[in-house]
């Protein structure tokens, strides 16, 4: 009877019932310090069988080891570098509200960690979700540099759950499956090195858009498939593209050729072009085999976060015979919604229940590309009960290339994806920035971008010292690529994608998260959300329960351009970056920096350790405790050691 107390109490404090009265607050864990430590280090690694590369790994793995804590834990997070290059680390999704010098962006909020040397992160874990870890310097992450965070919620949070299932039976287990929660990192993946990556883009001057495969958690394949099955999978508005440029079908690795069209007015040099670069598919299965989510019918639900780190593709995911049931997008729990099928774009996590009542075996997760550009699918596995025998007639939602098998599909909706408990923007903002996103005109190449219009970001930059945050604002020139704000202002961010093929970009906003506002086909002539309301259809912008995001969607458009409305509130002095976050797009010139409420930076009392010393040789300390600080970290190092 104890315990049956004990576990209706527990789940009335999951849900958000009768708090007060059963005093959840006392069941929580108190905050505590977590040291959490990583090396990283070059090394050859084959995830699909496909040949040995060039890659980073964490701690010896790629993906890097999990960092789990909970919700108001300090996290002590200790890089030590042993390449041969410099990097840094950024928490992506983690609010740094008081500690934005440990955002791990090089220039903006730190120095670059030299070869040889270690880096100490210190922040709070202040809001729970699935987050990730990943380098944040020339493309590494693509060379597998990446993480999982998980920040576990406080029993006494208010959950969605019951909007899930309506059974008193069902919110138990999906809390102990949540407290479970399976990171499903979802990526694609090259044989080239992003260095080699973007020389081959810059040596040929295309923007390149071709990989190997699709990796979950660094595991997986290379299809090679064969002609008859590369043309039945080829989008239909390609075909005749590929015809009137001299092409007979995409490539043998499913990619479309770099033709002219798509790659605008620059003088492509495809001579330079290596075989492997489209044309050549190796093949192969990887030591692992393809990844497995092992799960028991008797737990009745699996919690799945997916996160998707890779460099250029947003990501198709669906399981068999499985619904979806998503309740979190980017750490943000969400009134749920029932799908088959979700698309994870570059950055984004999206967190779904998944209700074990089907036949115990084996059955397929699938994952496809979602642009044009390539026909490329990566197979997983949901395993009951350790049966991997293959479920007989399982009834799979998509094919290879991502197609629907069923008209009937669920969609999952990221428009609608309303944030729980609702929490409503301002109505009126204080400032409008306004961008345009599109590629930088000749003499420029065709891998270069901006996201303000005329200038790309200058990675240059990153070796900054001091970094823009270090500085006194009023020494920082505002420009179309650095954005100044106050704190408490709301600010609307506008993008306008420029066409005739307005391509989709993830952006990634760093410091808090924003409220998606509105979006449209077209241009957006206005010279704020206020005016354009005027001539706007009703009910264009949401200020009842717009998405609340870090990770941003661009609509494609074909023949016109496109644009996205976003809001938030300067609640995190600090020097952020706003970016695509297309690995080779971001190199290639697509952010800016964000300098969030430069009135109270004089206020921002940044440790000697990261303003001095972290990351290089020892100075000379003019207070007790630093050196104190100091030793804690030698102590890092030396049990490394």
């Known amino acids: 009877m104890v315990n049956l107390i004990r576990a209706a109490a527990a789940l009335c404090c999951s849900i958000g019932i009768f708090k007060d009265t059963l005093n959840c607050a006392h069941t929580e864990e108190a905050p505590k310090l977590v040291r959490f430590e990583i090396v990283v280090a070059k090394g050859q690694i084959n995830p699909t069988g496909a040949g040995f590369r060039e890659a980073i790994l964490t701690n010896g793995s790629m993906p890097g080891p999990q960092l789990v804590v909970n919700q108001g834990d300090t996290v002590e997070f200790l890089v030590h570098n042993y390449m041969d290059e410099e990097t840094a680390v950024h928490f992506h999704g983690i609010r740094q509200k008081k500690t934005p010098w440990a955002d791990g962006v090089p220039g903006v909020s730190q120095p670059l960690i030299k070869p040889g040397a270690s880096y100490l992160y210190t922040w709070v874990a202040d809001e729970s979700g699935v987050y990730f870890y990943h380098s944040h310097n020339r493309g590494q992450i693509m060379d597998g540099l990446y993480g999982a965070i998980i920040v576990h919620a406080p029993q006494s949070t208010d959950r969605p759950f019951h909007y899930v299932s309506y059974e008193p039976s069902d919110w138990i287990p999906m809390r102990k499956a949540e407290k479970k929660v399976i990171p499903m990192m979802v990526s694609d993946w090259s044989q080239m090195t992003f260095k080699q990556f973007f020389e081959t883009e810059q040596e040929a001057n295309i923007d390149f858009t071709c990989v190997d495969a699709i990796l979950i958690n660094g595991a997986g394949s290379q299809y090679c498939l064969d002609k008859a099955e590369l043309d039945s999978f080829t989008n239909p508005l390609v075909v005749p593209i590929l015809k009137a440029a001299g092409y007979d079908g995409i490539t043998a690795k499913g990619c479309v050729p770099p033709v002219q069209l798509f790659q605008g007015n620059y003088t492509l040099h495809l001579d330079n072009l290596p075989d492997t670069a489209y044309n050549k598919c190796i093949g192969g299965v990887g030591g692992k085999g393809n990844f497995t989510v092992d799960v028991h019918s008797g737990e009745k639900w699996a919690a799945l976060t997916f996160i998707n780190p890779g460099g250029l593709y947003p990501l198709r995911v669906s399981i068999d015979n499985h619904p979806l049931h998503v309740y979190a997008v980017d750490s943000q729990y969400t009134y749920p919604q029932v799908v088959d099928q979700i698309t994870v774009n570059n950055g984004n996590r999206i967190s779904v229940f998944v209700k074990l009542d089907q036949e115990v075996g084996s059955y397929t997760i699938r994952v496809a590309n979602d642009l044009l550009g390539q026909v490329l699918g990566g197979f997983g596995q949901l395993v009951y009960n350790g049966v991997r025998e293959a479920v007989e007639d399982a009834k799979a939602m998509i094919d290879y290339a991502g197609r629907p098998l069923d008209p009937r599909i669920r969609r999952f909706d990221q428009a609608v994806a309303r944030p729980y408990p609702p929490k409503p923007p301002a109505t009126k903002a204080d400032r409008t920035r306004k961008f345009i996103i599109r590629k930088l005109p000749q003499p420029y190449g065709a891998y270069q971008w901006t996201l303000s219009g005329h200038q790309g970001y200058n990675h240059s930059s990153e070796a900054l010292d001091p970094p823009m945050l270090f500085r006194k604002p009023n020494s920082i020139e505002e420009t179309e690529l650095v954005l100044k704000t106050k704190t408490g202002e709301w600010v609307d961010l506008i993008f306008e994608v420029e066409g005739p093929f307005a391509q989709g970009h993830p952006l990634h906003k760093h410091g808090n998260k924003a409220y998606i506002i509105g979006s449209g ?73 964000i300098l969030d409420g430069i009135d109270e930076w004089h206020n921002l009392d940044i440790p000697l350790s990261y303003k001095e010393w972290n990351g290089f040789p020892v100075p000379q300390f003019a207070k007790v405790e630093e050196a104190q600080h100091f030793g804690r970290l030698q102590k890092f190092i030396s049990d490394d050691r």
């Not at 706007?536 to 351009?561: A, C, H, K, M, Q």
Request: charged share 20%.
């Open 521 to 593: 086909k077209g241009s957006f002539p206005w010279k704020d959300v206020a005016e354009a309301e005027k001539h706007l259809p009703p009910g264009t912008f949401n200020w009842i329960d717009p998405p609340l995001r870090d990770s941003f969607d661009t609509l494609e458009g074909v023949g016109y351009n496109t644009w996205l409305a976003l809001r938030y509130k300067v609640d995190a002095p600090g020097a952020w970056l706003m970016h695509c976050h297309v690995q080779s797009h971001l190199t290639g010139g697509m952010g800016i920096t």
